[in-house]
């Protein structure tokens, strides 16, 4: 069975920093594509950080240079390293899993598995 828990979440003053964890089971993640989500209140689902093919990375344009996506293939986790993190970073954080399709070497358009969510609160 296919499961993601989300660790590391929590409340910090702006320019701090936080790291999340999301742990897979059910799965290598060296043979799927993950990335991590982010909902603020009142908003829509954002993605944040992801693989788009094993070992390379995309961000949205607001964390890039903040936010750092990396796996543990032996510990078969994913990170979500946050720093200078700034109020409007506050939301629940979700990590996600897609197929990956070693023949095509290419991720699955759609996340299938997801997290129960972290929550991260930044304060000015």
């Known amino acids: 069975q296919v499961q993601l828990v989300e660790s590391g979440g929590g409340s910090v003053q702006a320019g701090g920093s936080l790291r999340l964890s999301c742990l897979l089971s059910?799965?290598?993640?060296?043979?799927?594509?993950l990335g991590w989500f982010r909902q603020a209140s009142g908003k829509e689902r954002e993605r944040v950080a992801n693989f788009v093919n094993l070992g390379i990375t995309n961000y949205v344009d607001s964390v890039k240079g903040r936010f750092t996506i990396s796996q543990d293939n032996a510990k078969n986790t994913v990170y979500l390293q946050m720093d200078s993190l700034k109020p409007d970073d506050t939301a629940t954080y979700y990590c996600?899993?897609?197929?990956?399709?070693?023949?095509?070497?290419?991720?699955?358009?759609?996340?299938?598995?997801w997290g129960q969510g972290a929550q991260v609160t930044v304060s000015s």
């Open positions: 996600a899993r897609r197929p990956y399709y070693r023949n095509y070497r290419t991720c699955d358009d759609e996340y299938t598995y």
């Open positions: 059910g799965s290598p993640v060296s043979n799927v594509c």
